[in-house]
């Protein structure tokens, strides 16, 4: 991609409004899926929304692995789920109130608890350096999105019947509108990925910053922007069920769509090729989402400060710890 870098900044901050202007109206249309249609919050954040808000980390981390920086690929989906849960804690400090943990349903141990261990799963491929083929499809990406349906199975069937606060009122769109709105933000934002992957690897190269790098921090931050969007504004509607289970659905998500794209990495496993600084970021993703699932299964009162339970504070020193662990290995 011969273009400048004035020009890359401007098509990567072109594409990076129109994701984050996409993401404004799924929260609305999904809170109107999961209410018209009875499947709830839970399950409509953990799934329908989840995926819908990730498309833009599974075009650029596809787009990434056919471009054969594993790098990009990988750092995109670890640093993203390390900035969901810095995210998730700041948003739990402003809007969840101390008594977040037992308003919401205990099912969400469970999301929480498949977003860890898809997370888990593919840094110990990274770190394994998983270089296994059949037929040369690429084995560790089939593994982690089998499990991936597997526990989307199971997480379906234990939110079946979940009872949840109605709505004060009902919703003045008609589901078909929701499907439609729902379609045209998602579709809207798939687009975009691509432009994402390929002008930030162009900033990449000219800048002289590395791969995994730019993928952690600023690509990272850009795709990250619908789940911000839409977990802040479910909690702004009252549905914080919807607004956690999206940001660890997401995470979920996020790494069977590193499993996808890894079956495009051309010349063997991505899993393979992914650097030090890529796997850091994977396991402080592991670490921030083992203890977010700490917290959902204890239930204890939300406080921004103990020396005995996770509290927001820690959870946004150990991004930025990890941030700085990466850029130094990056460097």
């Not at 009902?170 to 809207?188: M, T």
């Not at 990449?204 to 850009?222: C, D, K, M, Y």
């Not at 203890?291 to 406080?303: D, E, H, I, S, V």
């Amino acid at each position: 991609m011969g273009v400048s870098l004035s020009i890359a900044i401007g098509l990567f901050s072109l594409a990076s409004v129109s994701v984050v202007v996409a993401a404004i109206f799924l929260t609305t249309a999904a809170d109107i899926i999961a209410s018209r249609m009875g499947l709830g919050r839970l399950w409509v954040g953990s799934l329908l929304l989840a995926g819908a808000t990730s498309l833009p980390e599974l075009a650029t981390a596809t787009a990434a692995a056919l471009a054969g920086s594993a790098d990009l690929a990988a750092g995109n989906m670890f640093g993203a789920n390390m900035l969901n849960m810095s995210n998730l804690a700041i948003l739990l400090a402003l809007f969840g109130g101390r008594q977040i943990f037992q308003q919401v349903a205990s099912q969400q141990a469970l999301v929480a608890a498949t977003a860890f261990a898809l997370t888990a799963l593919a840094a110990l491929f990274a770190i394994s350096k998983a270089d296994v083929t059949l037929l040369e499809v690429a084995i560790p990406g089939v593994v982690i999105v089998g499990t991936y349906v597997v526990l989307s199975g199971v997480l379906r069937r234990f939110s079946i019947g979940i009872e949840e606060e109605s709505h004060e009122e009902e919703p003045s769109h008609s589901l078909r509108w929701a499907w439609v709105v729902f379609a045209s933000c998602a579709s809207a934002i798939f687009v975009a990925g691509p432009l994402l992957a390929i002008t930030a690897d162009r900033i990449a190269e000219l800048t002289g910053i590395g791969a995994s790098f730019i993928g952690v921090l600023a690509l990272a931050l850009v795709t990250t922007l619908p789940e911000l969007t839409t977990t802040f504004t479910a909690f702004r509607i009252g549905a914080p069920d919807m607004a956690i289970a999206n940001m660890y659905g997401t995470n979920s998500f996020n790494i069977a769509a590193l499993g996808v794209a890894s079956l495009f990495y051309p010349g063997g496993s991505l899993f393979a090729d992914v650097g030090s600084s890529s796997i850091s970021a994977g396991l402080f993703a592991v670490l921030l989402m083992g203890l977010g699932m700490l917290q959902l299964l204890r239930r204890r009162p939300l406080t921004n400060f103990s020396f005995t339970t996770p509290t927001p504070p820690m959870f946004v020193g150990l991004y930025i710890l990890g941030l700085f662990i990466v850029f130094r290995l990056a460097s």
